[in-house]
């Protein structure tokens, strides 16, 4: 596609449900990021692919968080289970190459609000 | 780990120039990106700078000093366009994630 697409674009959640968050990536990138931004904060690297091997977990806050690229490309970030402090936008980022300094590609992100 | 210190906000007059600051200190460090973030959007990418120095992109120029730590972004004939948050983001030697500062929301008076 043209862009990052992510959806839903906007997810309300009770507390204690588990919920998929979607990312479509530019076709043909290699590495896809997610990262978490809370309200007024930058975003925070929660874990990174490279094509289809997650290579980087280190920033998932709990083993409720779990994120799939099984064929190396659309992504899915799932958490389980989900608690109040959970509520924040998640970003989805692609890049051409493996490369740890290439500029990022971001999505419009998921707005997750758990009540 | 990664520190990155940047001014929460700022306000600048419309035609006027800008000049955001960002400090970084990291145990490895490969080089510093520049985003722009309007409200309830996608971060984009302005800069990215490995190198000391200055670049300068069109009304955008972003600065390194790699022995202070230290960059800023300047903006230049301000538009009202340009009211946004700006984020200033590290890269470390040998990792993939970006350790990005929280961000400086700017606001573009008339």
């Known amino acids: 596609g043209a862009g990052v697409s992510q959806s839903p674009r906007y997810k309300v959640a009770k507390r204690g449900q588990d919920v998929a968050l979607r990312c479509d990536p530019i076709?043909?990138?290699?590495?896809l990021f997610w990262y978490q931004q809370a309200l007024g904060q930058g975003p925070e690297f929660l874990t990174y692919?490279?094509?289809?091997?997650?290579?980087?977990k280190s920033g998932l806050p709990s083993d409720r968080f779990f994120a799939e690229r099984p064929e190396g490309s659309v992504s899915t970030l799932k958490i389980q289970r989900t608690q109040q402090e959970d509520s924040a936008v998640y970003l989805c980022?692609?890049?051409?190459?493996?490369?740890?300094?290439?500029?990022?590609?971001f999505g419009s992100g998921t707005q997750l609000s758990v009540l | 780990g990664q520190n990155i210190d940047q001014p929460t906000e700022m306000t600048a007059t419309e035609g006027a120039i800008v000049q955001i600051n960002c400090t970084y200190q990291?145990?490895?460090?490969?080089?510093l990106f520049w985003y722009q973030q309007h409200a309830g959007e996608a971060p984009t990418f302005l800069s990215y700078?490995?190198?000391?120095g200055l670049e300068e992109k069109g009304r955008f120029s972003s600065f390194l000093s790699r022995s202070k730590g230290y960059s800023y972004l300047l903006l230049k004939e301000l538009q009202m366009k340009d009211s946004a948050s700006y984020l200033c983001?590290?890269?470390?030697?040998?990792?993939?994630?970006?350790?990005f500062g929280k961000g400086t929301k700017l606001s573009v008076i008339p």
């Open positions: 076709s043909g990138h290699v590495s």
């Open positions: 983001a590290a890269s470390g030697a040998g990792s993939y994630q970006l350790t």
């Open positions: 692919f490279q094509n289809e091997a997650q290579l980087d």
């Open positions: 700078n490995v190198l000391d």
């Open positions: 990291t145990s490895g460090f490969n080089g």
């Open positions: 980022a692609s890049s051409l190459g493996g490369y740890g300094n290439e500029k990022l590609f």
